[in-house]
């Protein structure tokens, strides 16, 4: 039943969110940005001006790299940026799925089809998988299910509808946790690989793969030590550090090669390329020169970082596309930007602080082996608290650190929202600590739902507490308004600025 309330309100919130994004983009005229906006090189037909009109404010800012990508593959240096799985999920769709739909619609009208119908089914996809993982994390079902209920309401909720890669990402990326933490180890990494494909960030995602398996093998080490005697204890030892090992250097390897595939198809394109200037459509090219965007040219000269010992393209773009570095961002016109982004660091340096208050040893131990008569993952606690947690609120806190010092301030909201459950996790703790609307029992019994307390004294159980706190906003406590505040807020200004080229990226 939690699955099915989860996947409802997702369900309703995508569309929802669809049709506020065609409202408010039809009514807000389009800032003119200086935004990546190739030109069309291919006559509209019968329903492009309906779709354009219906869903034109999911292809504004980096989505139009996406949807360019999907059209007409990786043209521009810059372009690779953008890593390709997400385009060819488009692609796949608009080939496949809407082919019918061809004399009726351009490839970029069924692109943009593509967009809101895929967006929202990977959107479920992950609030599923966001559920099973915080289930199995949590061991507290209330508290699994707020923080889903949480996430269909996610302040980064214009970038999971945009044609953007964060509800891919997120699927992937939930799902392949949740086989980790299940002992699929396999199946999580080819998940978390494929994840890989979609975005850069997916690389940080090896380091759940090297704790999740240290944690399980300290644990056999710890059970063969009071079980097994002699040679026998030595044979089990070693046939667990081998193991681990194997599995550590096997799986990084499968979760790197999206990324080291990529990469050389970028050097390969550019370095040594087999593609004339002849060949690019000339309205292409001329955007190229007009703009001083790089194209593959095997007449020209290749760029100079072909020539450094690691030719990273993806560094290369980076560092002089979109001048992301170390303190770069640290300037006093971008405090409007450090302000967009205060909220879900804040939540993120709570999350970390919290944790560590409440499990001050653990910590310190990283949580791997204990001492003496603690059993934190034996006898944990179920919520927040627990051991389980510990390597998230890590990976959380990792990417919290580097967002705001090495890259655009602005992006860490869609960042840490795709890539963590903390801020959701964390968000519902609060919420169920201090709104006295929300019935928290003192024992954590996972097999007890929310319960909501109205001003009549009648008790209710609900499957969506977060409906059910709405129309009480203003009795609700501080901390409620607050989180429910910066969620709803931060999804309708996302919708409104960014559709229109406002500057919400």
Same mark, same amino acid.
């Given at each position: 039943m939690d699955v099915r309330a989860v996947l409802e309100f997702a369900t309703v919130t995508r569309g929802i969110s669809l049709f506020l994004q065609a409202v408010l983009n039809a009514a807000i005229p389009d800032h003119e940005a200086d935004a990546?906006?190739?030109?069309?090189?291919?006559?509209? /037909?019968? @329903?492009?001006? $309906?779709?354009?009109?219906?869903?034109? *404010? +999911?292809?504004?800012?980096?989505?139009?790299?996406? !949807?360019?990508?999907?059209?007409?593959?990786?043209?521009?240096?810059?372009?690779?940026?953008?890593?390709?799985?997400?385009?060819?999920?488009?692609?796949?769709?608009?080939?496949?799925l809407l082919w019918p739909l061809s004399g009726w619609l351009s490839v970029r009208g069924r692109l943009l089809v593509a967009v809101a119908l895929g967006n929202s089914a990977l959107f479920l996809l992950s609030v599923v998988a966001l559920y099973a993982l915080s289930k199995i994390v949590l061991q507290d079902r209330r508290l699994a299910l707020l923080s889903s209920l949480l996430y269909c309401i996610t302040p980064a909720n214009v970038f999971m509808t945009a044609g953007y890669s964060e509800s891919l990402f997120a699927a992937?990326?939930?799902?392949?946790?949740?086989?980790?933490?299940?002992?699929?180890?396999?199946?999580?990494? /080819?998940? @978390?690989?494929? $994840?890989?494909?979609?975005?850069?960030? *997916? +690389?940080?995602?090896?380091?759940?793969?090297?704790? !999740?398996?240290?944690?399980?093998?300290?644990?056999?080490?710890?059970?063969?030590?009071?079980?097994?005697?002699?040679?026998?204890?030595?044979?089990?030892?070693?046939?667990?550090?081998?193991?681990?090992?194997?599995?550590?250097?096997?799986?990084?390897?499968?979760?790197?090669?999206?990324?080291?595939?990529?990469?050389?198809?970028?050097?390969?394109?550019?370095?040594?390329?087999?593609?004339?200037?002849?060949?690019?459509?000339?309205?292409?090219?001329?955007?190229?020169?007009?703009?001083?965007?790089?194209?593959?040219?095997?007449?020209?000269?290749?760029?100079?970082?072909?020539?450094?010992?690691?030719?990273?393209?993806?560094?290369?773009?980076?560092?002089?596309?979109?001048?992301?570095?170390?303190?770069?961002?640290?300037?006093?016109?971008?405090?409007?930007?450090?302000?967009?982004?205060?909220?879900?660091?804040?939540?993120?340096?709570?999350a970390a602080y919290a944790y560590f208050l409440a499990n001050p040893e653990l910590c310190v131990r990283l949580g791997l082996w204990e001492t003496g008569a603690a059993k934190w993952l034996d006898k944990a606690t179920p919520g927040m608290f627990n051991p389980r947690v510990f390597v998230y609120i890590v990976h959380s806190t990792a990417l919290l650190v580097f967002g705001t010092l090495c890259m655009h301030v602005q992006v860490l909201t869609r960042f840490l929202a795709s890539s963590s459950p903390v801020p959701f996790w964390i968000s519902a703790h609060l919420l169920l600590l201090n709104e006295p609307l929300l019935h928290r029992r003192k024992t954590s019994n996972p097999n007890v739902q929310l319960q909501t307390y109205f001003g009549n004294g009648c008790k209710h159980t609900l499957q969506n507490p977060i409906i059910a706190l709405l129309p009480h906003f203003k009795t609700c406590s501080t901390t409620t308004q607050s989180i429910l505040g910066y969620f709803l807020s931060y999804w309708v200004l996302g919708l409104a600025l960014h559709c229109n080229f406002l500057p919400w990226t």
């Open positions: 990546f906006t190739p030109p069309r090189t291919e006559e509209p /037909l019968y @329903l492009d001006p $309906a779709v354009e009109w219906l869903l034109g *404010g +999911l292809s504004h800012w980096d989505a139009e790299h996406f !949807l360019f990508i999907a059209e007409r593959g990786y043209l521009y240096e810059h372009n690779f940026a953008f890593f390709p799985l997400f385009p060819v999920v488009l692609r796949g769709l608009a080939e496949t992937l990326t939930f799902g392949g946790l949740f086989l980790l933490e299940k002992g699929f180890t396999l199946r999580a990494c /080819l998940a @978390l690989s494929i $994840a890989t494909a979609a975005r850069s960030n *997916g +690389l940080v995602n090896i380091g759940f793969l090297l704790y !999740l398996p240290s944690r399980h093998a300290i644990s056999q080490i710890r059970v063969y030590r009071t079980t097994t005697k002699g040679h026998i204890k030595v044979f089990h030892y070693a046939w667990v550090v081998v193991r681990l090992l194997l599995t550590s250097l096997l799986g990084t390897a499968i979760i790197a090669l999206p990324f080291c595939a990529f990469q050389y198809y970028g050097y390969r394109t550019f370095c040594t390329p087999s593609v004339s200037l002849e060949r690019i459509p000339p309205a292409l090219l001329s955007l190229a020169e007009r703009k001083g965007y790089r194209v593959p040219d095997e007449n020209g000269p290749p760029p100079l970082w072909c020539m450094r010992p690691l030719p990273l393209l993806y560094s290369h773009i980076q560092d002089v596309y979109w001048d992301l570095g170390f303190l770069r961002y640290f300037e006093l016109k971008q405090i409007p930007n450090f302000i967009l982004a205060l909220p879900m660091a804040t939540l993120g340096i709570m």
